[in-house]
């Protein structure tokens, strides 16, 4: 999808031969690799670390990383087209993708020394390294300046001290980009972000999380106790981190509102194939209107969240600003991705309400985009504080 920004009524929505090969190949992938093992997944919360591994062979764990540092080298567009895909096939691996790409990964790409980059953009961008990202803490979640996790300096080191929970990839995770008080309370330069590898004395992973859904992506604690850190794993200036991570979820954000578009399309499909094989009164349910103007409805928001995604995309890959813009397809896609999970259940009826069909897999994987990486009422904030400011 081409938008000319000067008149933003002018859309081309034809896909580059890049989007179109990347969601071919995703699909290939995902019905060799995913399709066959993501119940097994679910079902016992497992993590599937090799899948993620063969992901990067095919450069999907580095897809906005530039080929210099062994990443794809691609632009938001692709970027969104490989989470949709992912994510229509299975959620939880939608998540995992888009937090190592977009969080982990994108926070050293954006903000990191070159000698950092150097260091471990080749290793996240292969997928030889998972990354996981820490800000969120048991206390402070919305809420995330408030942070009570302390790095205080000591000589050329500084000593961690706290606790980060929900953390995707906080078990498996071999480096964690982590955002910790610095400073006072109550001042937004008073946070740091540090690169923290797994093994690093002090750092360790706590209890992991039994979910509803995305039972694939793994989320866990992460401790830190007395955790010395050398200052040259600091990422840019020290009391930047806090303004850092808000500019790096603008980006996160347009990643769950693909992750949001991938399970709402899973779920609407599942729906509009079953509603003409199933039958009632000796019909297809797909000719009751009640089940029509459903199937309609979710068409119509979907085709409405992808105009909103590729719009903050294409505004991203021209370097503009984004906070508005993500925020809003990040609320809009999330809140129809939980809509047309649940349609989605209601027109498989019993059967959608079992784990013979897919429809109760993607309403359980919906209900966290419309929380992760800030919740709908906190989308609402940054959109409303852009429009009244
Ligand atoms: C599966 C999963 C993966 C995650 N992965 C990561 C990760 O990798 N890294 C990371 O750092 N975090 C991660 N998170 C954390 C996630 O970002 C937080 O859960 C989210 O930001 C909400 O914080 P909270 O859970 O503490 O809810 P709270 O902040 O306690 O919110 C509770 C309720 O109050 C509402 N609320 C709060 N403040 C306001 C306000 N000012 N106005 C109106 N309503 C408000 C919220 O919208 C919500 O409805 C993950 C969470 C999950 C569930």
Redesign the pocket.
Request: charged content about 20%; proline content about 0%.
């Given at each position: 999808m081409q938008i000319n920004n000067e008149n933003p009524l002018e859309i081309s929505f034809e896909e580059t031969e890049n989007q179109k090969m990347v969601a071919q190949m995703i699909r290939d992938f995902g019905s060799r690799e995913i399709k066959p093992k993501m119940m097994e997944w679910d079902d016992a919360q497992i993590f599937p670390v090799d899948l993620f591994k063969k992901m990067g062979e095919l450069g999907l764990m580095g897809v906005l990383v530039p080929e210099a540092y062994g990443g794809s080298g691609f632009s938001y567009m692709e970027y969104v087209t490989a989470i949709a895909e992912i994510s229509k096939i299975d959620g939880s691996i939608g998540l995992s993708m888009a937090?190592h790409n977009s969080?982990c990964t994108n926070h050293i790409l954006q903000f990191a020394s070159e000698e950092q980059k150097q260091k471990y953009l080749p290793k996240l961008a292969t997928g030889e390294w998972i990354g996981?990202?820490?800000?969120?803490e048991p206390n402070t979640?919305?809420?995330a300046g408030n942070m009570r996790t302390v790095a205080e300096k000591n000589g050329d080191y500084y000593v961690i001290n706290g606790a980060?929970n929900?953390?995707?990839h906080g078990r498996s995770g071999n480096v964690a980009v982590v955002i910790v008080r610095t400073g006072p309370v109550g001042d937004s330069h008073s946070m740091t972000a540090f690169i923290i590898e797994k093994g690093t004395p002090g750092f360790s992973a706590g209890k992991k999380e039994n979910?509803l859904g995305?039972r694939a992506?793994e989320?866990a604690e992460l401790i830190f106790s007395d955790c010395r850190v050398h200052q040259s794993q600091v990422i840019g200036k020290v009391g930047d981190g806090f303004i850092q991570s808000l500019k790096v979820l603008d980006g996160g954000r347009i990643s769950i509102a693909a992750l949001s578009l991938g399970i709402a399309v899973g779920a609407y499909e599942a729906a509009l194939k079953y509603s003409k094989e199933r039958h009632q009164f000796n019909k297809p349910i797909s000719s009751f209107q009640g089940i029509a103007f459903k199937l309609a409805d979710m068409a119509t928001k979907i085709e409405a969240a992808r105009l909103l995604i590729f719009r903050a995309a294409d505004m991203k890959n021209k370097g503009l600003d984004v906070n508005k813009e993500s925020a809003m397809a990040k609320l809009y896609a999330s809140e129809i991705c939980v809509e047309v999970a649940t349609e989605g259940v209601q027109i498989f009826g019993g059967y959608g309400y079992t784990k013979d069909f897919p429809a109760e897999k993607y309403y359980r994987d919906a209900k966290?985009c419309t929380?992760?990486?800030?919740?709908?009422?906190?989308q609402k904030?940054v959109i409303s504080r852009s429009i009244l400011k």
């Open positions: 937090a969080l996981a990202w820490g800000l969120t979640g919305s809420d980060k929900f953390i995707t979910k995305m992506s989320t966290l929380i992760g990486e800030g919740t709908s009422e906190i904030l």
